[in-house]
């Protein structure tokens, strides 16, 4: 009788795996002789280039230092380092036999040309929703770049997780193909911009959190999210400026990389306004009123004057003569350049106002004052010194602490100077 159903046992597993096998397998694309430049149309290749930028391309497949598009870029996740691929059109390293039904697959399935999943740090559980004439613009761009000869980097994803087979659960999961579909009830602006949020700049992949197998969580959108060693804010009703983020300041934000209450791109967030500045203005709007309606203030009506004026005059703080050993470490390092007086200058953002301050988890502050914010990022010619390198641990902790208690009315941070001590050794990063 044990024996019998030992037996039973061991058949059903079996024929689970044979199951499994075969609702996994995807077929290869046969390969083609790569495509000559000349063959795309240009309007087409110039799309591809627009589209391309917007979903920041060049940001995830390019090394530090490395050539466009090679791959190499490191992506760090709870199950190890993966390497974006090579995606210019060399024939043996790169995608340059790869059709363009092979390419549109990866695209909308993320199943590569030789019939592999591919690891969803690939978003194309965003990809999914372009069109398919987007997609082709694409392919034209890509195909149209200089080839580079550059091998993959190996993954540190351990076994059994790195099996591309076991990506087929994960998409059971967690994936649900098909394009954009618009929201009859929204306007055109609005349904333009979730397209482009939603699929090809894949807004939620940094900006919503993750569960344990790594899928974004879907009734916790736009609630931000660890990105990179830093914290990407939430983009919802929840997130914690003082002043909120309107349509005007997300149009400011996304298309020059400032805004008047908010601060300077900078981080993994310094690419997307150098990536969205292809898009056309009205495409840029579009976005930030679908970002716009997310968080409410498409109806919260005006500015909040009250925050604004509350916010200069804890500008005051710390810019006088002081006995206390971290308001005189603030201005002698920071108040030249954050002390605004009676208005508010872009350039030179208000800490009171600023998200870095303003969140619960002070990584972002913390990067910033160690490493700032580099002359590519935010306005041209406008950068932030870092002080990795003349501050202590003890310093950096004792300035955030002391913006935090001065520049906001919420709870003191909890282990800021183990908290520096942790960023610091990580390093600047890519």
Not at 5 to 14: A, E, N, S
Not at 86 to 114: K, L, Q, Y
Not at 231 to 240: C, E, F, H, M, S
Not at 350 to 362: E, F, I, R, T
Request: glycine share 10%; charged share 15%.
């Amino acid at each position: 009788m044990l024996k019998r159903v030992l037996l039973g046992v061991v058949g059903v597993i079996v024929l689970g795996m044979i199951a499994f096998g075969v609702f996994a397998w995807r077929p290869a694309i046969a390969e083609v002789a790569p495509p000559a430049p000349g063959s795309f149309a240009p309007a087409l290749v110039a799309r591809g280039e627009v589209l391309a930028s917007a979903g920041y391309c060049a940001s995830c497949h390019t090394a530090k230092g490395g050539k466009p598009l090679a791959g190499g870029y490191a992506m760090a996740t709870q199950f190890g380092t993966i390497y974006s691929t090579n995606i210019t059109p060399d024939p043996e390293t790169g995608i340059g036999t790869w059709s363009e039904p092979a390419f549109r697959r990866a695209m909308h399935e993320g199943v590569s040309r030789n019939g592999a999943h591919l690891f969803p740090a690939f978003p194309y559980d965003h990809f999914t929703k372009l069109t398919d004439g987007d997609v082709a613009a694409l392919y034209a761009y890509l195909m149209t770049r200089a080839p580079v000869r550059q091998d993959a980097s190996d993954n540190t994803v351990p076994f059994p997780l790195n099996i591309r087979a076991l990506q087929a659960g994960w998409k059971l999961l967690f994936f649900t193909p098909g394009r954009f579909r618009a929201e009859p009830a929204q306007s055109a602006a609005w349904n333009r911009g979730a397209y482009l949020a939603e699929g090809v700049s894949h807004c939620a992949a940094c900006h919503t959190p993750r569960g344990m197998l790594g899928a974004e969580i879907k009734d916790r959108p736009y609630a931000g999210a660890p990105i990179d060693g830093w914290i990407a804010p939430p983009l919802d009703k929840t997130n914690p400026s003082p002043v909120p983020w309107t349509q005007a300041e997300l149009l400011a934000y996304l298309g020059t990389g400032i805004s008047r209450y908010h601060g300077t791109a900078a981080g993994p967030m310094g690419a997307v306004p150098r990536g969205l500045s292809h898009l056309p203005a009205a495409d840029i709007a579009a976005i930030a009123t679908y970002f716009a309606s997310r968080n409410g203030s498409d109806t919260a009506g005006a500015t909040d004057d009250a925050a604004i004026a509350k916010a200069l005059v804890a500008d005051k703080i710390g810019t006088g003569l002081s006995y206390d050993p971290a308001a005189r470490l603030y201005a002698s390092a920071c108040a030249s350049c954050h002390y605004n007086g009676r208005q508010l200058n872009p350039l030179r953002p208000d800490l009171a106002l600023n998200s870095a301050v303003n969140l619960d988890d002070p990584t972002n502050l913390i990067r910033v004052i160690l490493y700032g914010v580099s002359a590519q990022d935010g306005a041209p010619g406008v950068v932030m010194p870092g002080f990795a390198h003349g501050f202590t641990n003890a310093d950096v902790a004792r300035v955030c602490a002391y913006l935090r208690a001065t520049r906001t009315s919420k709870p003191a941070w909890a282990d800021l100077e183990s908290k520096v001590a942790t960023i610091r050794a990580q390093g600047q990063g890519q």
